[in-house]
């Protein structure tokens, strides 16, 4: 019970909602908004709080039909870069109160929706951005949008590789959960352990990383499915995945080494899967590049799989350990 706005009396007010006709800008759209009930007069009203949300809710449908960000998704794209409403609107050289309004009741015009989208897609280009206004800014607000926009900037270059990854996968009918983090964690794990690691035994080293994990848990620890090369397993997009981010290796004489300059990524492998990898570094660590060819070559996954073909999990059961 609370006292009604409407007709002063106390009585129990119920919040419904209505699908309203609108036209906004001579776009013509439906939307549904918020009233309250009042039944001593059998009518329906907004109180300002009830006004404001409707109006916003109003705009951000009409935002959506013409092609620009709704109000939700510019406070989502402010808050991934760690920034108030006044000091996004610095970062962008805009007005103080710009991006309040725009979250609120403003619909934004074209230009500063461009600007916005592109912050979203280029976190490069907003860094530089910010950094050329950085005299704005405290210490402390700098660090942590500098470090959120890295952030941003790495886990978009994660998802690409993983989406043309994923692409590669899709011509071969296989369909896995590939995990980058776990992928990056086995690299960097041999990397940091092995001193000169290169290409050919670091996928030999993952392969049975894989199938050795596959033998006790029924599947893979990265989700990537291997295919029989001349000098053995070869993981499916092996030259896209290298280029993940976290993962570093240098172009030397002998190709491409790997180094380890991401120790925590590590930390992402669980107690079993680092038992795994350990028993792994153990067994096959210490061998040459010829050496560990030459122990692939004699698996029964490898015979019995043809050349460039899919090598199936189901030999992992024959691999002694
Ligand atoms: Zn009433």
Known sequence: MSKCELCNEVHNVEVREEVQQMEFKGVAFVYKAKFLYCPSLDELF????????????????????????????????????????????????????????????????????????????????????????????????LEKTIALANQKIISMCNDKILNEIKELYSDYAVDDDIDTTKIRGIINFFAEKIDYLYTVKLMKLMWYVDNIFYQKFSRSVTGMQYQAFPMGALPIGHTRLIELPGIHYIDDSMGRRFVCKDAKSIEAMSKDELQVMYLVFEKYGKLSKDDIVELMHGETAYKETEKFAIIDYKYSEDIKI
Not at 63 to 79: D, N, Q, T, W
Not at 99 to 125: A, C, F, G, S
């Open 46 to 141: 907004e109180d300002e709080t009830l006004l404001n949300e409707n109006d916003k809710v109003m705009k951000d449908v009409y935002r959506k039909k013409v092609g620009l960000l709704p109000s939700y998704e510019i406070a989502k794209i402010r808050k991934e870069y760690g920034l108030s409403q006044k000091a996004l609107s610095k970062a962008l050289g805009w007005g103080a109160l710009t991006i309040t309004r725009y979250e609120t009741h403003q619909v934004q015009d074209k230009v500063h929706n461009d600007m916005l989208k592109k912050i979203d897609k280029d976190p490069e280009w907003f860094l530089e951005l910010f950094c050329e206004a950085k005299e704005e800014f405290s210490q402390k607000q």
